[in-house]
């Protein structure tokens, strides 16, 4: 099938490769005439595992071509997938202007059905919106259907995810909209959904604020073990060998960031509000998050007193393992109020140290994880990493001025680094 993904960020490009993977005829679109450069010539903007070779192959096959016009995806595609960014305003809401104007422009180019498919992460509602917006706009009164179809993928193992998902939710009250999004997932054989509009957009957000509330929750969790010697690992293996709790996203830390959650969970509450509810457990998480952060700060700040002239040796930048993305990332975070309270900052991270570097130039990076340690009066793990484990500890050992080790991620094995002679703190254990 001929399908049109308009916006070729994080989402739409690996959404648009893995529909060309499957078969379909992908045109991706964005605005950024740059950006549509760099895709033709085989460059992916952003690091994701497996994507610049799924993206090459793909569009080699002739299955996948990059664009800037809506109104040529208007003409040749069935379905448009809407994928530009939903960013937040100051308040914590979102801006919905690109997905107007991205309706608008469909409208003006709209002469036969077509399928418009919403996939931005978009608050409840916005369906309607943009159903009303190419209503208004459309001159030729072609007809068309607005669809919700959220996206469920993580950073980092995005293809994966999409490939092989837990679920497709489709949100359409239309059954010749339904059957083309069938056609479309049917190459995917996954458990499909389908629901009204309003209930699918809703599902995103509930799904990622629900995570979210997961981590927050082992998070306060992990801070009671601490008061209480116990151990939150065992605590969160304990918990999710109820299979109604499950394990995942049981894995206490520094806290939650990235592109999604910290904004999601703000748009959520208020989304909420609007609605008139208050989500007040929602915003007790998202306060547990920043809790969670200024605790493990005061940690380290109790164990090695003034951090103004301290090296700490900063293992991550990004916001989780296997991206280069630094968005909301709270190993950011801990490194601007390392180099607020004056210390110096040695950092080291697998794919993120350009990005990080242009939002705090005052990093000293390191060419490799070991590096950090070079004089350093603690070392911080604050992205999980797998690798950092397989770092030669001994030899960093021998180049630290003490040999402090704070996990903020609980990566590392802590016998073993007692028994290398460090001094180790764990989150919650
Ligand atoms: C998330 C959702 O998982 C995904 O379904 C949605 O489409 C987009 O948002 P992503 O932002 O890529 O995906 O990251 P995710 O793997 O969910 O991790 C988010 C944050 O939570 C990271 O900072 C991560 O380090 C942290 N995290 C995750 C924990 O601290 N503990 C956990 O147990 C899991």
Not at 105 to 131: C, F, H, M, N, Q
Not at 214 to 231: L, R, T
Request: hydrophobic share 45%.
């Amino acid at each position: 099938m001929k399908l049109a993904i308009i916006g070729s960020g994080y989402v739409g490009l690996t959404t648009g490769a893995c529909f060309a993977e499957v078969g379909h005829d992908v045109l991706c679109v964005d605005s950024d005439q740059a950006k549509v450069k760099s895709l033709r010539g085989g460059s992916v903007p952003f690091y994701e595992p497996g994507l610049e070779a799924m993206i090459s192959r793909n569009a080699a096959l002739g299955r996948l071509r990059f664009g800037e016009s809506v109104a040529e995806a208007v003409e040749n595609c069935l379905a448009l997938f809407i994928a530009v960014p939903t960013p937040p305003h100051a308040d914590g809401s979102v801006d919905l202007h690109y997905v107007e104007k991205v309706a608008r422009e469909i409208a003006g180019s709209l002469r036969e059905y077509r399928v418009i498919v919403d996939k931005s992460t978009v608050p409840v509602r916005t369906g309607e919106k943009v159903a009303q917006t190419i209503e208004r706009y459309s001159k030729q009164k072609a007809e068309f259907d607005v669809v919700s179809n959220p996206e469920f993928l993580r950073e980092g193992s995005a293809i994966a995810d999409l490939m092989n998902p837990d679920r497709i939710v489709i949100g359409s009250s239309s059954e010749r909209a339904t059957a083309i999004m069938k056609e479309v997932y049917g190459p995917f054989r996954t458990p499909m959904l389908i629901t009204d509009l309003n209930s699918a957009e809703l599902i995103k957000h509930a799904s990622n604020s629900f995570l979210a509330l997961k981590i927050s929750y082992i998070n306060m969790i992990a801070q009671i073990c601490e008061a209480s010697n116990a151990d939150v690992l065992l605590v969160a293996e304990g918990m999710g060998l109820d299979r109604r709790i499950g394990r995942s996203f049981l894995q206490a830390g520094v806290g939650w960031g990235g592109s999604c959650f910290p904004k999601d969970v703000s748009a959520f509450i208020r989304i909420a509000e609007e609605l008139g509810c208050e989500f007040r457990l929602l915003k007790e998480a998202a306060s547990i998050n920043e809790e969670q952060r200024e605790h493990f700060l005061k940690k380290i700040r109790e164990e090695i007193w003034l951090l103004r002239d301290k090296t700490i040796g900063l293992l991550g930048l990004a916001f989780k393992n296997n991206t280069d993305d630094t968005r909301q990332s709270v190993a950011m975070a801990l490194a601007e109020s390392f180099l607020k309270e004056g210390a110096v900052v040695r950092a080291f991270d697998p794919k993120a140290m350009a990005k990080a570097e242009q939002l705090l130039p005052k990093l000293q990076l390191c060419s490799c994880g070991e590096d950090v340690a070079a004089g350093a009066d603690c070392v911080v793990v604050a992205t999980e990493w797998e690798e950092f484990r397989d770092l030669d500890w001994l030899a960093m050992k021998k180049r630290m001025l003490s040999p402090l080790v704070f996990d903020g991620r609980n990566l590392l094995d802590r016998e073993k680094m007692a028994a290398w002679g460090f001094s180790y703190r764990g989150v919650g254990r």
